[in-house]
């Protein structure tokens, strides 16, 4: 089972790499959904950062009291 599905994987991975990069619909469609995944996980990390250096900010200001 787990062999069979690992060759379909493989396998459809192949067919995948083959369609993209022989169609420019299908490789300008790849490259714009990569922007938009980079972009979002870019909000993310920002979100991420400044809810952690408020939250150092709020522990200092806590200590010097």
Known sequence: MEKTFCIGLALGMIGGALIVANSYKARSLVKKSQA???EKVNEMMDE???QKGGDEESKKSSKSK
Do not use: Q, R, T
């Open 36 to 38: 938009e995944v980079m």
């Open 48 to 50: 991420k950062l400044a």
